[in-house]
Protein backbone atom coordinates (compact mmCIF):
# COMPACT_ATOMS: atom_id res chain seq x y z
CA UNK A 1 0.00 0.00 0.00
CA UNK A 2 1.85 3.38 -1.05
CA UNK A 3 1.78 6.23 1.77
CA UNK A 4 -0.73 8.65 2.01
CA UNK A 5 0.34 11.44 -0.15
CA UNK A 6 1.00 15.44 0.92
CA UNK A 7 -1.27 17.07 -1.50
CA UNK A 8 0.25 20.43 -0.54
CA UNK A 9 3.05 19.67 -2.62
CA UNK A 10 3.18 19.04 -6.49
CA UNK A 11 5.53 15.62 -7.77
CA UNK A 12 6.07 16.32 -11.21
CA UNK A 13 6.35 13.14 -13.47
CA UNK A 14 8.39 13.09 -16.93
CA UNK A 15 8.04 10.80 -19.59
CA UNK A 16 4.98 9.98 -18.46
CA UNK A 17 3.76 9.37 -21.96
CA UNK A 18 6.40 6.28 -21.56
CA UNK A 19 6.00 2.82 -19.88
CA UNK A 20 7.62 3.68 -16.87
CA UNK A 21 6.38 7.54 -16.45
CA UNK A 22 3.04 6.20 -17.62
CA UNK A 23 2.98 3.25 -15.11
CA UNK A 24 4.23 5.69 -12.04
CA UNK A 25 2.01 8.47 -13.22
CA UNK A 26 -1.28 6.09 -12.65
CA UNK A 27 -0.18 4.45 -9.16
CA UNK A 28 0.54 8.14 -8.16
CA UNK A 29 -3.04 9.22 -9.35
CA UNK A 30 -4.56 6.49 -7.93
CA UNK A 31 -3.16 7.46 -4.32
CA UNK A 32 -4.72 10.64 -4.75
CA UNK A 33 -1.37 12.78 -5.87
CA UNK A 34 -1.12 16.60 -6.75
CA UNK A 35 0.43 15.60 -10.37
CA UNK A 36 2.26 17.55 -12.89
CA UNK A 37 2.93 15.43 -15.70
CA UNK A 38 5.63 16.84 -17.91
CA UNK A 39 5.63 15.65 -21.67
CA UNK A 40 6.86 16.77 -25.21
CA UNK A 41 3.56 16.23 -26.68
CA UNK A 42 0.26 17.23 -24.29
CA UNK A 43 -2.26 14.74 -26.79
CA UNK A 44 0.46 11.98 -25.98
CA UNK A 45 -0.16 12.45 -21.97
CA UNK A 46 -2.31 9.72 -19.97
CA UNK A 47 -5.40 11.12 -18.38
CA UNK A 48 -5.20 10.81 -14.66
CA UNK A 49 -7.75 12.52 -12.59
CA UNK A 50 -6.27 15.51 -10.69
CA UNK A 51 -3.28 15.54 -13.04
CA UNK A 52 -2.10 18.79 -14.84
CA UNK A 53 -0.31 18.73 -18.03
CA UNK A 54 2.62 21.03 -19.12
CA UNK A 55 3.78 20.17 -22.78
CA UNK A 56 7.74 21.42 -23.30
CA UNK A 57 8.46 20.15 -26.50
CA UNK A 58 12.32 20.76 -26.93
CA UNK A 59 12.12 18.42 -23.77
CA UNK A 60 15.08 18.17 -21.52
CA UNK A 61 17.36 19.89 -24.11
CA UNK A 62 14.97 22.71 -23.86
CA UNK A 63 16.26 24.20 -20.16
CA UNK A 64 13.95 26.96 -19.76
CA UNK A 65 11.19 25.31 -21.26
CA UNK A 66 12.05 23.04 -18.59
CA UNK A 67 12.00 25.62 -15.92
CA UNK A 68 9.29 27.50 -16.60
CA UNK A 69 7.11 23.47 -16.44
CA UNK A 70 8.84 22.84 -12.92
CA UNK A 71 8.34 26.28 -11.29
CA UNK A 72 5.85 25.41 -8.36
CA UNK A 73 7.37 21.46 -8.17
CA UNK A 74 8.42 20.30 -4.80
CA UNK A 75 9.48 16.76 -5.96
CA UNK A 76 10.18 15.42 -9.78
CA UNK A 77 10.67 12.18 -10.77
CA UNK A 78 13.57 12.51 -13.46
CA UNK A 79 13.38 9.38 -15.87
CA UNK A 80 16.47 9.45 -17.97
CA UNK A 81 16.29 10.34 -21.59
CA UNK A 82 15.80 7.81 -24.71
CA UNK A 83 19.18 7.13 -25.87
CA UNK A 84 20.90 9.75 -27.83
CA UNK A 85 23.91 11.05 -28.87
CA UNK A 86 23.42 14.30 -26.84
CA UNK A 87 21.61 12.46 -23.70
CA UNK A 88 24.15 13.35 -21.23
CA UNK A 89 24.05 17.03 -22.16
CA UNK A 90 20.14 16.85 -21.91
CA UNK A 91 20.27 15.46 -18.84
CA UNK A 92 23.09 17.70 -16.91
CA UNK A 93 20.71 20.64 -18.69
CA UNK A 94 17.27 18.97 -17.47
CA UNK A 95 19.21 18.54 -13.67
CA UNK A 96 20.35 22.26 -14.54
CA UNK A 97 16.68 23.32 -15.23
CA UNK A 98 15.11 21.42 -11.95
CA UNK A 99 17.43 23.54 -9.63
CA UNK A 100 16.96 26.81 -11.05
CA UNK A 101 12.89 26.35 -10.74
CA UNK A 102 13.19 25.67 -7.25
CA UNK A 103 12.28 22.23 -6.80
CA UNK A 104 13.15 20.67 -3.03
CA UNK A 105 13.68 16.88 -4.28
CA UNK A 106 14.42 14.83 -7.03
CA UNK A 107 14.04 11.27 -7.71
CA UNK A 108 16.46 9.52 -10.60
CA UNK A 109 16.18 6.61 -12.48
CA UNK A 110 19.69 5.91 -12.89
CA UNK A 111 21.42 2.15 -14.26
CA UNK A 112 23.24 -0.53 -12.16
CA UNK A 113 26.29 -0.08 -11.98
CA UNK A 114 26.96 3.48 -13.07
CA UNK A 115 30.63 4.90 -12.22
CA UNK A 116 33.03 6.41 -14.49
CA UNK A 117 34.83 3.62 -15.69
CA UNK A 118 31.28 1.13 -16.37
CA UNK A 119 31.94 -1.08 -19.26
CA UNK A 120 28.60 -0.19 -20.06
CA UNK A 121 29.07 3.18 -22.20
CA UNK A 122 25.20 4.17 -20.69
CA UNK A 123 26.07 3.69 -17.47
CA UNK A 124 28.86 6.29 -17.29
CA UNK A 125 26.37 8.71 -18.74
CA UNK A 126 24.56 8.00 -15.74
CA UNK A 127 26.99 8.14 -12.88
CA UNK A 128 27.87 12.01 -14.73
CA UNK A 129 23.95 12.46 -13.96
CA UNK A 130 23.87 11.11 -10.44
CA UNK A 131 27.31 13.92 -9.50
CA UNK A 132 24.88 16.96 -11.59
CA UNK A 133 22.42 16.06 -9.45
CA UNK A 134 24.10 15.74 -5.87
CA UNK A 135 26.33 18.95 -6.85
CA UNK A 136 23.29 20.77 -7.14
CA UNK A 137 22.64 20.22 -3.18
CA UNK A 138 18.88 19.44 -3.51
CA UNK A 139 17.67 16.09 -1.62
CA UNK A 140 17.21 13.01 -4.16
CA UNK A 141 17.33 9.84 -4.11
CA UNK A 142 19.02 7.61 -7.41
CA UNK A 143 17.05 4.38 -8.43
CA UNK A 144 19.75 2.38 -10.00
CA UNK A 145 17.58 0.41 -11.94
CA UNK A 146 18.51 -3.34 -13.15
CA UNK A 147 18.42 -4.31 -17.34
CA UNK A 148 14.39 -4.58 -17.90
CA UNK A 149 12.61 -8.04 -17.98
CA UNK A 150 11.23 -6.85 -20.88
CA UNK A 151 13.92 -6.55 -22.76
CA UNK A 152 14.76 -10.23 -22.48
CA UNK A 153 12.31 -11.73 -25.38
CA UNK A 154 13.94 -8.65 -27.26
CA UNK A 155 17.33 -10.00 -26.97
CA UNK A 156 15.99 -13.03 -29.29
CA UNK A 157 15.45 -13.59 -32.67
CA UNK A 158 13.81 -16.81 -34.60
CA UNK A 159 16.31 -18.69 -36.50
CA UNK A 160 14.88 -22.15 -37.75
CA UNK A 161 12.38 -21.92 -35.57
CA UNK A 162 14.74 -21.39 -32.23
CA UNK A 163 14.88 -18.37 -30.43
CA UNK A 164 18.45 -17.55 -29.86
CA UNK A 165 20.23 -14.90 -27.83
CA UNK A 166 23.79 -14.56 -29.74
CA UNK A 167 25.64 -11.68 -27.57
CA UNK A 168 28.83 -11.49 -26.21
CA UNK A 169 27.70 -11.76 -22.31
CA UNK A 170 29.75 -14.42 -20.92
CA UNK A 171 28.73 -16.66 -17.93
CA UNK A 172 27.35 -13.39 -16.47
CA UNK A 173 24.53 -12.60 -14.75
CA UNK A 174 21.94 -9.74 -14.97
CA UNK A 175 18.94 -9.18 -12.68
CA UNK A 176 16.74 -7.99 -14.38
CA UNK A 177 13.54 -6.36 -12.82
CA UNK A 178 10.28 -6.25 -13.74
CA UNK A 179 9.25 -2.50 -14.97
CA UNK A 180 5.74 -2.89 -12.69
CA UNK A 181 8.03 -3.65 -9.57
CA UNK A 182 10.18 -0.26 -11.06
CA UNK A 183 7.06 1.93 -11.15
CA UNK A 184 5.79 0.62 -7.58
CA UNK A 185 8.84 1.52 -5.95
CA UNK A 186 9.59 4.64 -7.63
CA UNK A 187 6.06 5.61 -6.65
CA UNK A 188 6.63 4.59 -3.06
CA UNK A 189 9.84 6.73 -2.84
CA UNK A 190 8.12 10.09 -4.45
CA UNK A 191 5.25 9.29 -1.95
CA UNK A 192 7.98 8.88 1.29
CA UNK A 193 9.91 12.02 2.43
CA UNK A 194 12.21 10.51 5.42
CA UNK A 195 15.56 10.20 6.10
CA UNK A 196 15.84 6.82 5.02
CA UNK A 197 15.96 7.90 1.68
CA UNK A 198 17.42 11.21 1.08
CA UNK A 199 20.74 11.37 -0.63
CA UNK A 200 20.63 7.38 -1.10
CA UNK A 201 21.02 5.16 -4.02
CA UNK A 202 19.15 1.99 -4.40
CA UNK A 203 19.77 -0.51 -6.60
CA UNK A 204 16.22 -2.06 -7.42
CA UNK A 205 16.65 -5.18 -9.56
CA UNK A 206 14.61 -8.43 -9.42
CA UNK A 207 14.50 -11.70 -6.86
CA UNK A 208 17.39 -13.34 -8.86
CA UNK A 209 20.43 -12.99 -11.49
CA UNK A 210 20.07 -15.20 -14.40
CA UNK A 211 22.82 -15.80 -17.06
CA UNK A 212 21.70 -15.73 -20.65
CA UNK A 213 21.79 -19.26 -21.14
CA UNK A 214 19.35 -19.26 -18.01
CA UNK A 215 17.25 -16.34 -19.71
CA UNK A 216 16.92 -18.28 -22.71
CA UNK A 217 15.21 -21.43 -20.78
CA UNK A 218 12.73 -18.90 -19.70
CA UNK A 219 11.65 -18.04 -23.45
CA UNK A 220 11.74 -21.83 -24.09
CA UNK A 221 9.27 -22.53 -21.28
CA UNK A 222 6.92 -19.36 -22.48
CA UNK A 223 7.03 -20.48 -25.99
CA UNK A 224 7.59 -23.89 -26.11
CA UNK A 225 9.52 -23.95 -28.36
CA UNK A 226 13.67 -24.35 -28.59
CA UNK A 227 15.83 -21.44 -27.66
CA UNK A 228 19.34 -21.19 -26.70
CA UNK A 229 21.75 -18.36 -26.04
CA UNK A 230 25.23 -18.13 -28.64
CA UNK A 231 28.54 -16.50 -27.13
CA UNK A 232 29.92 -14.05 -29.55
CA UNK A 233 32.73 -12.00 -29.53
CA UNK A 234 33.01 -8.49 -29.92
CA UNK A 235 33.81 -8.48 -33.56
CA UNK A 236 30.60 -10.48 -34.25
CA UNK A 237 28.42 -8.68 -32.58
CA UNK A 238 29.41 -5.53 -34.42
CA UNK A 239 29.32 -7.32 -37.52
CA UNK A 240 25.59 -8.88 -36.83
CA UNK A 241 24.27 -5.35 -35.34
CA UNK A 242 25.55 -2.68 -38.20
CA UNK A 243 23.56 -4.00 -40.81
CA UNK A 244 20.61 -2.26 -38.53
CA UNK A 245 21.72 1.09 -39.62
CA UNK A 246 22.46 2.68 -36.15
CA UNK A 247 25.04 4.40 -35.67
CA UNK A 248 28.07 3.49 -33.84
CA UNK A 249 27.27 5.27 -30.75
CA UNK A 250 24.10 2.81 -29.96
CA UNK A 251 25.66 -0.16 -31.44
CA UNK A 252 28.32 0.22 -28.76
CA UNK A 253 25.55 1.05 -26.34
CA UNK A 254 24.37 -1.84 -27.18
CA UNK A 255 27.91 -4.32 -27.15
CA UNK A 256 29.06 -3.03 -24.25
CA UNK A 257 25.67 -3.53 -22.34
CA UNK A 258 26.37 -7.20 -23.15
CA UNK A 259 29.99 -6.80 -22.27
CA UNK A 260 28.82 -5.54 -18.59
CA UNK A 261 27.03 -8.64 -18.24
CA UNK A 262 30.32 -10.38 -18.93
CA UNK A 263 32.19 -8.41 -16.47
CA UNK A 264 29.25 -8.85 -13.73
CA UNK A 265 28.63 -5.33 -13.55
CA UNK A 266 24.91 -6.26 -13.79
CA UNK A 267 24.80 -9.45 -11.28
CA UNK A 268 23.30 -7.32 -7.95
CA UNK A 269 20.24 -8.71 -6.47
CA UNK A 270 18.89 -6.55 -3.50
CA UNK A 271 15.71 -6.37 -1.54
CA UNK A 272 14.34 -2.89 -2.49
CA UNK A 273 11.63 -4.38 -4.49
CA UNK A 274 9.89 -5.57 -1.04
CA UNK A 275 11.20 -3.59 1.20
CA UNK A 276 9.59 -0.40 0.10
CA UNK A 277 6.61 -2.01 -1.52
CA UNK A 278 5.45 -5.16 0.68
CA UNK A 279 5.37 -7.26 -2.07
CA UNK A 280 7.94 -9.56 -3.75
CA UNK A 281 9.74 -8.84 -6.74
CA UNK A 282 8.34 -10.57 -10.08
CA UNK A 283 10.92 -12.99 -11.56
CA UNK A 284 11.76 -12.67 -15.59
CA UNK A 285 8.83 -15.66 -15.81
CA UNK A 286 6.25 -13.96 -14.17
CA UNK A 287 6.26 -10.61 -15.81
CA UNK A 288 6.84 -11.83 -18.98
CA UNK A 289 3.55 -14.24 -18.49
CA UNK A 290 1.76 -10.80 -17.93
CA UNK A 291 2.91 -9.83 -20.60
CA UNK A 292 2.75 -12.38 -24.08
CA UNK A 293 2.41 -9.50 -26.75
CA UNK A 294 6.19 -9.32 -25.80
CA UNK A 295 7.02 -12.39 -26.83
CA UNK A 296 4.36 -13.18 -29.61
CA UNK A 297 7.06 -12.70 -32.08
CA UNK A 298 8.89 -15.78 -31.09
CA UNK A 299 6.15 -18.01 -31.43
CA UNK A 300 6.45 -17.68 -34.90
Known sequence: MLPTPDTSRTIAVTG??????????????DAGARLRLVVRDAARAPRLPGAEVVAVP????????????LTGVDTLYLVSAAEAEDR????????????????????????V?????????????????????ADTGLRHTVLRHSMYADFVPFFATLEDGVAVIAAPGGEGRTGFVSRDDLADVGAAVLLRDD???????????????LTLDEAAAVLAELTGRPAEYRQQTVEQAWETRRPSGAPDWEVEGW???YL???????????DVVPR???????????????YPADWAHLRG
Open 16 to 29: ATGHLGGRVAARLA
Open 58 to 69: GGYADGEGLQAA
Open 88 to 111: LQQHLTGVRAAADAGVRRIVYTSF
Open 113 to 133: GARPEATFTLARQHHATERAI
Open 195 to 209: DELADRTLDVTGPEA
Open 255 to 257: VSS
Open 260 to 270: AIAAGELAQVS
Open 276 to 290: LTGSPARSVAEHLRA
